[in-house]
């Protein structure tokens, strides 16, 4: 009989399958991408979609990648299936599955509107700012971060007030919200960006003030200073 140690109660066997998906389906569109490339044929209708639709997948899935490893290089107790993020929410789910049909649909229907560099840059721009946020966030605050707010103290949990830290206070939510702002500029869609952004924001804007009063309650005494002189890091929060 195998151990539940090794199976079901750290979801060994989840991680695996994650790993392995995850794994998979950036190496396939890697592949895409470097034969799209290789093609350079931009004569071909779908020609741009491919290569835009590739770009966004490897940054997707290197996005999941790395929250998992962060995870595991500092948590390594606390690391499950859950720390690739991949089941956040339904509402995750839902708002990545309805950005790849609009996408499709867009790119089907109207290609030539679909792949404006211009957007393409910003977007680009954005999802690395926001992917470099949020692993030197992860990185920073070291075991001190966690995926899900902790309502309890641990003992060793100090309050990061260095690096990215200093002039923001919530450096893996502002990565976080360009990072999927920025996707949809990338992707070039308009919906999906005016609603990834509502979205969003509205999540941080729950999140930010429970968060920060379960914080003040941990350091009552560092936490209102260090708030007075720092800045939240989502727009207008
Ligand atoms: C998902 S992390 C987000 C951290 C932070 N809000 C950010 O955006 O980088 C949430 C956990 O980080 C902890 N945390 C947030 N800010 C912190 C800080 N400055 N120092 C230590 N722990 C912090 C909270 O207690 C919570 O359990």
């Not at 490893?69 to 309805?98: R, W």
């Not at 721009?125 to 990185?139: N, P, S, T, Y």
């Not at 830290?165 to 999927?180: A, M, N, Q, T």
């Amino acid at each position: 009989m195998v151990s539940s140690q090794f199976t079901s109660d750290v979801g060994l066997g989840k991680v695996a399958v994650a790993a392995f998906g995850i794994g998979f389906v950036m190496a396939a569109h890697l592949c895409l991408l470097f034969w799209v490339i290789l093609v350079n044929d931009a004569s071909w209708i779908y020609y741009n979609a491919f290569l835009q639709w590739a770009v966004y997948m490897v940054c997707l899935t290197f996005f999941h990648f790395s929250e998992f490893i962060s995870t595991a290089a500092f948590k390594p107790g606390y690391v499950s299936y859950e720390s690739f993020l991949l089941n956040h929410s339904d509402a995750y789910q839902i708002a990545l599955f309805t950005s790849w049909a609009e996408y499709w649909v867009e790119a089907y229907f109207f290609p030539s509107a679909k792949f404006i560099q211009f957007f393409m840059w910003i977007g680009l721009g954005l999802i690395v700012m926001g992917q470099l946020f949020r692993v030197g966030a992860m990185w920073t605050a070291k075991s001190n971060f966690s995926h899900r707010i902790e309502i309890a103290k641990r003992k060793d949990h100090q309050l990061i007030t260095h690096g990215l830290y200093k002039y923001i206070r919530h450096p893996s939510y502002f990565g976080w919200f360009y990072w999927s702002v920025g996707s949809q500029v990338f992707l070039c869609n308009p919906l999906c960006t005016i609603a990834y952004t509502a979205a969003s924001w509205s999540f941080f804007k729950d999140r930010i003030p429970y968060e920060e009063e379960i914080l003040l309650d941990f350091f009552p005494e560092e936490y209102p200073q260090y708030k007075a002189r720092t800045i939240s890091g989502v727009p207008f929060l």
